[in-house]
């Protein structure tokens, strides 16, 4: 299909007020990226490919979200919600620009795939001027019956409209559809409101075109890959389908899941081989796993790099902008924040590393925190290479421990530790006094207003 172009028009300006969230609906995350997101990675991209995205009135940070996922993307507000064909001419100006392929999608089906839209397309290019996507439902209760005749689509039929022989059938509309973009902007200006409720459908196209003496079609996916988005419990169900989806595709990459079921991944992340995943881990968004890292059970990791051999866990915590060496540790309840631990180094257990760049094979002791706050801002912790940090240390940031560098169990570190030092602080005088020196410091400067 790289010989013809293409525009998708992504609609996505529904408040989800049954989702009863303040949240714009398509700014709900399935595994662990918004709705739309899912949608635009699927919509066609490269070369001849454009994208516009129908947004409602004051519903910035969808657009902002849209933007920066696909920059090329250009956005247009529905300010009346006045039916589904209204919202596609809301991006009249970018359809008018004559695209070959018209693709027409929805913000919250974020189970679609790239090669559903291809397959819709298929027929515009054999003369069709409109494709429907349909799917076979379970129940078809609720749903338009797409109505078939000598392998023809003729009508969209709305439950309320069918007869009794027509909800029988169950080849649902989804929805989403594809338009001889050469005719596009003439078949929807056509579409009239006759209807109670005064708005212009997108259904309507099929009896439009038919009686322009030009073709439609059905193109037919599973029932998983055209779910909407209207409520909690459906976003849920979503859920569990792209759960099961990043699962298959895992376990078929190599990566062992010990316990699959258990196990919940973000669409983003990247395994090298034989990656072992134990029970119970969480890997939200941004998450690059490199070969022979074991995930122990019962961790949680967000936007963190681990190197190939790396063990995490078990009940270890990396929050966002860690970045873990090859054959690094992070052992039973650690938390990890901004940190880069350089290859070989190990942070055993009951630790909090924050801000903070360690040096390659530095040992971290058990109940060590490195104290990044000080209630204005925070700071880094420098620790070099092959250091040892005794247990229940305090680091108080801005503060370097030098390379092969000795810190003695208990000790709290104010001032920076020379290389192949032996620093033993336990003075309880002299950490009173260096706090309260640091507190006196701090109250000199002004405190920034909340919110900045």
């Known amino acids: 299909m790289t010989d013809r172009t293409s525009l998708t028009v992504v609609l996505a300006a529904g408040e989800g007020t049954r989702m009863r969230s303040s949240l714009p609906k398509?700014?709900?995350?399935?595994?662990?990226?918004?709705?739309?997101?899912?949608?635009?990675?699927a919509a066609p991209h490269g070369a001849g490919t454009s994208l516009a995205v129908v947004v409602g009135p004051d519903h910035g940070t969808v657009e902002a979200e849209a933007k920066r996922l696909r920059p090329d993307a250009a956005t247009f507000v529905q300010h009346e919600r006045l039916g589904t064909a209204h919202a596609v001419l809301a991006a009249r100006d970018a359809i008018a620009r004559g695209a070959d392929d018209l693709l027409v999608a929805f913000g919250d089906t974020p189970l679609i795939s790239a090669e559903t839209f291809a397959r819709l397309r298929e027929p515009l290019k054999d003369g069709a001027a409109l494709a429907v996507l349909g799917f076979r439902a379970a129940?078809?209760?609720?749903?338009?019956?797409?109505?078939?005749?000598?392998?023809k689509l003729v009508a969209i039929r709305e439950q309320a409209d069918a007869s009794a022989e027509e909800r029988k059938v169950t080849l649902c509309n989804a929805g989403v559809m594809a338009f001889d973009g050469r005719r596009a902007l003439k078949i929807l200006e056509k579409i009239g409101n006759a209807?109670?409720?005064?708005?212009?459908?997108?259904?309507?196209?099929?009896?439009?075109?038919?009686?322009?003496?030009?073709?439609?079609?059905?193109?037919?996916?599973?029932?998983?890959?055209?779910?909407?988005?209207?409520?909690k419990a459906q976003l849920a169900e979503a859920e569990a389908v792209m759960q099961a989806r990043l699962r298959k595709a895992a376990l078929e990459a190599g990566v062992t899941l010990v316990a699959p079921e258990t196990i919940f991944l973000a669409a983003d992340t990247k395994f090298g081989s034989d990656v072992t995943i134990e029970p119970f881990v969480v890997i939200g968004p941004g998450v690059t796993i490199d070969?022979?890292?074991?995930?122990?059970?019962?961790?949680?990791?967000?936007?963190?790099?681990?190197?190939?051999?790396?063990?995490?866990?078990?009940?270890?915590?990396?929050?966002?902008?860690?970045?873990?060496?090859?054959?690094?540790?992070?052992?039973?309840?650690?938390?990890?924040?901004?940190?880069?631990?350089?290859?070989?180094?190990?942070?055993?257990?009951?630790?909090?590393?924050?801000d903070t760049h360690v040096g390659a094979k530095t040992n971290i002791g058990a109940g060590t925190i490195t104290c990044n706050y000080d209630g204005f801002s925070k700071h880094k912790t420098m620790i070099g290479a092959g250091a040892f940090i005794g247990t229940n240390s305090s680091l108080v940031a801005p503060v370097k421990i030098g390379n092969g560098a000795y810190i003695g169990s208990g000790s709290v570190i104010t001032k920076d530790v020379p290389d192949d030092a032996l620093a033993v602080e336990r003075s309880p005088q002299v950490n009173r006094e260096n706090g309260a020196k640091r507190y006196r410091e701090l109250k000199t400067r002004d405190k920034p207003p909340k919110g900045s």
């Open 291 to 354: 070969d022979g890292a074991v995930i122990h059970s019962f961790s949680h990791i967000v936007q963190s790099s681990i190197g190939k051999k790396a063990l995490i866990g078990p009940f270890a915590r990396l929050r966002p902008g860690n970045s873990l060496g090859d054959g690094s540790k992070v052992g039973n309840f650690v938390e990890m924040k901004a940190s880069t631990l350089e290859a070989g180094v190990k942070v055993n257990h009951l630790s909090y590393i924050g």
């Open 195 to 231: 209807n109670s409720k005064g708005e212009y459908y997108l259904v309507d196209a099929v009896t439009i075109v038919r009686d322009m003496g030009l073709e439609a079609v059905v193109i037919e996916t599973s029932e998983d890959e055209v779910r909407g988005i209207n409520t």
């Open 26 to 41: 398509v700014l709900h995350p399935v595994a662990g990226q918004p709705l739309l997101v899912h949608v635009l990675e």
């Open 139 to 151: 129940d078809p209760t609720g749903y338009g019956r797409l109505l078939i005749e000598g392998g």
